[in-house]
């Protein structure tokens, strides 16, 4: 069973960039779409990105369409997320997760075997 581990997050400033890493164990991350997400406080999660299978198809949510870009290295069985132009209204927890036949639905497909996520603020 794959098993994915967030890192990357921290404090930053409006504008500034971060690269978050997922990182995957027990299996490798080309077999899975894999995606990220968010939950800020009082808020429900919701889908950032994803990356297909093949890395061929990539979607992103309106809010970071243009300012977020996901990928993946297949040497280091890890998926990024770089963010850049970041706002106040990014500052969440970011998780990732992998395609399953349960779980979360976003994007019409279910996700599952969330990390533990790792916190992103913006702030000045």
């Known amino acids: 069973q794959l098993q994915l581990v967030e890192s990357g997050g921290g404090l930053v400033q409006p504008g500034g960039s971060l690269r978050l890493s997922c990182a995957a164990s027990?299996?490798?991350?080309?077999?899975?779409?894999i995606g990220w997400f968010r939950q800020a406080p009082g808020k429900e999660r919701e889908g950032v990105s994803y990356?297909?299978?093949?890395?061929?198809?990539?979607n992103y949510a309106d809010p970071v369409k243009g300012r977020f870009t996901i990928s993946r290295d297949s040497a280091k069985n890890t998926v990024y997320l770089q963010m850049n132009s970041l706002q106040p209204e990014d500052t969440a927890v970011y998780y990732c997760?992998?395609?399953?036949?349960?779980?979360?639905?976003?994007?019409?497909?279910?996700?599952?075997?969330w990390g533990p996520g790792t916190q992103v603020t913006v702030s000045s």
């Open positions: 997760a992998h395609e399953d036949y349960t779980g979360g639905y976003y994007w019409g497909l279910f996700f599952n075997s």
């Open positions: 027990g299996g490798t991350v080309d077999a899975y779409t």
């Open positions: 990356i297909s299978t093949s890395g061929k198809s990539t």
